[in-house]
């Protein structure tokens, strides 16, 4: 996370979006603010590199299309006890892609790849030899005096193997086995050295779990290799082994692969690209400096503004609040929605229209909320379904509210698991139901093909070979009309048997069979005992469906 975060190419090239509302930014930049003074005077990443990057690239975005009306997050105040870095901790600028990284590449002919490790930044100052001050990154000028801290780790020598003069700029990392960044992420990686860095005792295992990685010696050796052969002489090892030559991107693309989908010792999050010839230390400013880049992972996490939320509620009447969203790109796919999970927790997050949330993908392919990144000032009334009013026997038949649970039962029965009647969806059943065709569960069963036509879009065709999908469900077996009607988990142990005996169980006999527990039983004995679902039971053996018997 930088402070001067431009992102200078793709925010000149992005167009202007619409005036932002003076709320919206009076949000974006409080939140950056609070971002910036956990991080820069306490140590604490409150929010991972992506959405950091994104916001400050909204802002950016923002105070160039409206100047004036956008300002600057302003710097935190440092506190008392803070040490100033004998050189300053430059950053870096972020390149956007592989043709920003090639134009880098071709005008420079001693570049040098090496891995992003993500963890926390540290100065580290050596007199004749002796560790005299460690020193967070902070804002690059100033940074807090860690020396204490950074005396506990083996992984920071406290004396060099000879009496040598050097500021030293690197990363403290937690050391992992074989972690595979593509297939875990950071995995809380730096939030984890900034908790036991904090501590005031670390056992030798927490301490010998963290690792040092030195980036650059600001005045070492001009020369590339002899300034690696020197770390390694002084006990820095890690950084000849991750730090290599490219002349191409082909190269650079390699290794960032290799980086990324390979086990390594650490959490990553990109490379950093080094031009090996560089001003001396006494020149370096606290800015992201033309001589080295970082050319970032694809990001694991997305910001996305909601613009609503709606509460589908499904057939066994969970309500599942789902966050629509102003659709944002996350891994080569657009993510326009997001569920909450359950009702329980879109209350306890409490997310309105307006709030920005933080998205990710689980498994590379489903959209998961992970948090709520801030929150509109305007709290939006909303319309919430009451739990209380849905549940496994609610919405049997069509009534007033129970238009969402009610098509869920139909898109049910029509699925695999049930009838599996081809052709016959939810566009299917909803259009059924807004000619007023279907009122009851079953009512389609009886529907000619007149009566069909009258739905938008069947015509004569559909019709017909709707009629002969649902005539040819009174062929179906009778576990099949079981599981259409949403007879509950468990009443498969009950078979074979037909509607009147397993009507005819009360809780005892449900419980006497085998992986029916107490609650199962309950719930078998009051879906049979239901009066509309004993209602389309008689129905069905009016039709003369197997198994229903009259």
Known sequence: MLLLLLLAAPVAAAPCPPPPPSVAVDALVARLAGWDDAYYRRGESLVGDDIYDQARARLERWRRCFPGRVPEVPLPIHP????PHPVPQTGLTKLPDGAAVDRWLSRRKDAWVQPKVDGVAVTLVYRDGRLAAAISRGDGVTGQDWTRRAQRLPAVPTRLPEPLDAVLQGELYLR???????????????????????????????????????????DGP??????????????????????????????????????????????????????ASRPTGEAWQAEPPAWAVAWKHPPREALAEVRAVSFPIGRTGRITPLLQLHPVALEGRTIRRVSAGSLANWREMDIRPGDHVIVALAGLTIPRLEAVAWRAPERRPLAVPEPEAYHALSCLRLAPGCEAQFLERLAWLSGPEALDLAGVGPGTWEALVEADLIEELLDWLTLDQRALRRAHGIGEVRAGRLMATFAATRESAFARWLQALGAPPGVEVGLPADWKTLAGHGVDDWAALPRVGPERAKGLTEFFAHPEVRRQAERLAGLGVAGFGR
């Open 176 to 218: 992992r086995v074989d972690h595979v960044q593509a297939e875990v992420g950071d995995g809380g990686a730096r939030a984890e050295v900034i908790g036991l860095l904090a501590r005031e005792r670390l056992n030798d295992g927490e301490a010998a779990g963290i690792g040092l990685f030195v980036w650059d010696w600001p």
């Open 222 to 275: 001009t020369d590339m290799e002899a300034r690696l052969r020197r770390l390694t002489e002084l006990g820095f090892a890690d950084t000849a082994a991750h730090t290599h030559p490219v002349a191409e991107l082909a190269e650079v693309t390699r290794r960032r692969r290799a980086w990324f989908r390979s086990p390594l010792p650490f959490a990553t999050d990109g490379v950093v690209l080094r031009q």
């Open 80 to 83: 008392a006890g803070e040490a």
